[in-house]
């Protein structure tokens, strides 16, 4: 089977899913995908009537984490006599991760929420797309045959779909949305009970192999582009503090500019804050406006967790998450200790 | 807020590291404050700045060490389970674990940032180590990386 098809049966099964949910008056308001005014993205839409689940579409374009628009709670998922109204949400495997994670840190009420599942085939690498293209306008981009086609005025290219898929979604490991016993209702569509996920991380730990000059020379140059638009922070669903470190000015910890200390500051810094609660799900680097892929550094993190705590985000709301809790007895091999 | 250039730091061979010390006021303050008044020797490199516990240590005070020019950046609390606020070093312990391996993996050297922990009644372990530190923060040289120059 296709891409192409797959998407279609994807797409054909949530607006299926989202007209029932709005029949049986399950939800007030869906979030989904629909066609993007841009040809290489797809835009998020709200929809509040059966009339509208036709707008809902699937393709491989659809990068936005749609948990994001979930904590805080846009002013329109909100009823000013109601309260909290309920949401259906397009989910493929990391918004559903992105869900679950904010409900384990009790930023989000699942019972509110309607997972519309389906298992995800990944989104297009638009920076390494758009790189390829250069200068060129970009009018019509499409996936058929396992290919990525795009097409302009003068011109049109193919691209192999699975080279030029997100970085993060070449290795994903939960396509659909996970599930636990107590989620049972939450979840519509297709979801998946994840016990654990085995992950060999042969990316990161050839990464390892570096020498710390080395490993600080390719951080710095993949980094040093930075202009500091923070758009990675806007998209990552897991960045919902109301004053973020960057921002703060009382006091200021960390210099705004784009001196290389001050990005290399930044990076750091978010992604200390984003341990244990990254889901992988690329929308940071497919919003980069200067094409950084925050891959390997979200790769590395999920490494960390992985192999100290046992621990993956996103999976079971009940766990808490590693930097939420601690451990009588745990590794420290890090401490210095005497000779 | 060094008077030394880059170069002169790192060709003198009686170059002294200059480390900034996070200790717990409960366990290791008094642990270096034991040190002292038992005439233990140990390198005048660290400058101490008490803290209530070694969970107030937040990364932020690491690596703005680092980038405020810090050769290396020790934190000391009390050993897990003897905690003044039962749990404080627990929740530090996992920050510096994982800050730990990031900074390693943006390239700075092992060893730079160390963690430890020491009583009130280590004095002697204490110094060790502040001694074991300073040679491994004296042996990678200068801090370079994070600096902000200006
Ligand atoms: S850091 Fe990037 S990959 Fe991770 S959850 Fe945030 S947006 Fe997704
Ligand atoms: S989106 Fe890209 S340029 Fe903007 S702050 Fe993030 S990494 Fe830097």
């Known amino acids: 089977m296709g891409i192409d098809t797959e998407n279609q049966e994807i797409e054909n099964n949530i607006k299926k899913i989202s007209l029932n949910l709005f029949k049986e008056n399950k939800v007030d308001l869906i979030i989904g995908y629909k066609k993007g005014t841009l040809p290489l993205m797809a835009q998020p839409i709200i929809i509040d009537k059966e009339e509208d689940v036709d707008k809902l579409v699937w393709n491989n374009l659809c990068y936005v984490n749609l948990a994001k628009y979930l904590v805080p709670r846009i002013p329109k998922f909100v009823d000013a006599e109601k309260g909290n109204l309920r949401v259906g949400v397009v989910s493929k495997g ?28 990944g989104v297009i690498n638009r920076q390494r797309i758009e790189q390829e293209i250069g200068q060129k306008e970009i009018r019509e981009v499409f996936v058929k045959d396992d290919k990525i086609h795009v097409k302009g005025k003068d011109f049109e290219l193919s691209f192999p779909y699975e080279e030029y898929l997100n970085e993060l979604c070449k290795v994903c490991k939960v396509k659909s949305p996970p599930i636990t016993a107590e989620l049972s209702d939450v979840c519509v569509g297709e979801c998946q009970e994840y ?50 470190f960057v921002d703060q000015n009382k006091p200021v910890w960390f210099g705004k500019t784009t001196d290389t200390s001050d990005i290399m500051v930044f990076h750091l810094i978010r992604a200390m804050h984003m341990a244990g609660r990254c889901v992988g799900c690329g929308a940071c680097s497919s919003v980069c406006p200067v094409g950084i892929d925050l891959y390997l550094i979200n790769r590395k993190l999920e490494e960390i967790v992985k192999r100290r705590y046992e621990f993956t985000s996103g999976l079971d709301p009940k766990i808490l998450p590693p930097m939420m809790s601690y451990e009588m007895e745990e590794s420290e091999e890090f401490m210095l200790e005497e000779d | 807020m060094t008077v030394q250039t880059e170069e002169s730091k790192s060709s003198n061979e009686d170059w002294k590291p200059k480390i900034i010390a996070f200790l717990c006021n409960w366990c290791s303050y008094a642990g270096a404050d034991l040190a002292g008044v038992s005439r233990i020797q140990y390198p ?29 950046v020790l934190i000391s609390g009390c050993h897990p389970g003897d905690c003044h606020y039962l749990t404080g070093n627990l929740v530090a312990r996992r920050r510096f674990a994982i800050l730990n391996e990031l900074l390693q993996f943006f390239g700075i ?42």
Not at chain 1, 94 to 120: M, P, T, W, Y
Not at chain 2, 127 to 144: D, E, F, H, Q, Y
Request: with cysteine; glycine share 6%.
């Open chain 1, 94 to 121: 990391c918004v559903g991760r992105a869900l679950i994670h904010l409900a384990s840190e009790k930023q989000l009420n699942l019972e509110e929420i309607k997972i519309i599942g389906f298992s995800c085939n």
């Open chain 1, 195 to 244: 016990s654990s996920i085995s992950d060999d991380f042969n990316d990161v730990s050839d990464f390892e192999l570096k020498t710390a000059e080395e490993k600080w020379e390719y951080v710095k140059n993949s980094l040093d582009i930075c202009t500091r638009c923070y758009a990675c922070r806007e998209a990552c669903p897991m960045c919902y503090c109301n004053l973020c």
């Open chain 2, 44 to 72: 005048p490199s660290i400058r101490i700045v008490r803290v209530p516990c070694s969970g107030r240590v937040n990364p932020y005070f690491i690596i703005k060490s680092l980038t405020d020019g810090w050769d290396g």
């Open chain 2, 109 to 150: 050297e092992p060893g730079r940032v160390n963690f430890m922990w020491a009583s009130a009644a280590e004095g002697e372990r204490f110094a060790m180590l502040v001694r074991k530190a300073t040679s491994i923060v004296k042996k990678l040289g200068p801090n370079n990386k994070f600096e902000k120059k200006w």
